[in-house]
Nanobody
Framework: VQLQASGGGLVQAGGSLRLSCTASESDLAVMDWYRQVPGSPREVVASITDGGIIAYADSVKRRFTISRDKAKNTFYLQMNNLQPDDTGVYYC??????????WGRGTQVTVSS
């Protein structure tokens, strides 16, 4: 599975961005967004399963929304009320139906105070 992520950028605190990740295949079991800051491991911020089960990291609850357009093989991360602590490289990640996992290239999100 190939993943193409887009939508990062520079935004002021309180602003919004939407990340998109388009997959080359549609038979996906789990779709995630991870965030990584220098010196730290990647951490999952939001997940959605093929069955529609959604989970968020506590730090992004009520601000971020993960969604999926199955017809477009694309899933999204709508990020509202962004804060400087949200700064990092965001990676999309999927598990296919056989639970093999794949990563997209990261997209930088920078939130200025």
């Amino acid at each position: 599975v190939q993943l193409q992520a887009s939508g990062g950028g520079l935004v002021q605190a309180g602003g919004s961005l939407r990340l998109s990740c388009t997959a080359s295949e549609s038979d996906l079991a789990v779709m995630d967004w991870y965030r990584q800051v220098p010196g730290s491991p990647r951490e999952v911020v939001a997940s959605i399963t093929d069955g529609g089960i959604i989970a968020y990291a506590d730090s992004v609850k009520r601000r971020f929304t993960i969604s999926r357009d199955k017809a477009k093989n694309t899933f999204y991360l709508q990020m509202n009320n962004l804060q400087p602590d949200d700064t990092g490289v965001y990676y999309c990640h999927v598990d296919d139906a056989s639970f093999r996992d794949y990563w997209g290239r990261g997209t930088q999100v920078t939130v200025s105070s």
